[in-house]
């Protein structure tokens, strides 16, 4: 299964929503497990959980598993709530996903969706196309 592509998919009706900025990107965070609300941190400390397994990830975002959605829409989901720097310093000391790593290439991919997401410089509507461009494979 192509998960990147069920990713975009996902993603392309959650924008159809209509939610808020903030919303739609805790219900991006959902797709890896994070739930919305207190327990979020429970979901995100225990690693989320994989609701779209497979692959179809760019070669260099690719850790050769089936859970880099899961690992991309967890932090999403924390980065949403905590922040960038955090967010990745978090996937850094207590994940051990350094930057030059293909986890750390996709953390600071999702970083860089909530940021582009908060700042209006993508739209909801352009999210799904965002993902395909920059982290599905051929």
């Known amino acids: 299964m192509d998960a990147c592509a069920a990713l975009a998919d996902v993603v392309s ?46 070669p260099a975002l690719d850790d050769d598993t089936d859970g880099q959605s899961r690992h991309f829409a967890g ?29 750390g290439r996709l953390s600071d991919e999702a970083i860089e969706f909530v940021r582009s997401i908060r700042s209006g410089d993508l739209a909801q509507a352009d999210a799904a196309e965002w993902i395909r461009r920059r982290l599905c494979g051929q």
């Open 75 to 103: 932090t999403v989901a924390v980065a949403a709530r905590l922040g960038g720097h955090l967010a990745r310093w978090l996937t850094t000391a207590v994940l051990r996903d350094p930057p030059h790593t293909a986890d």
């Open 13 to 58: 009706r959650i924008a159809q929503r209509g939610y808020s900025d903030g919303r739609f990107l805790r219900e991006v965070g959902r797709m890896g497990g994070v739930r919305r609300g207190p327990l979020w941190l429970t979901d995100a400390a225990s690693g989320g959980s994989n609701r779209l397994r497979g692959r179809g990830f760019r």
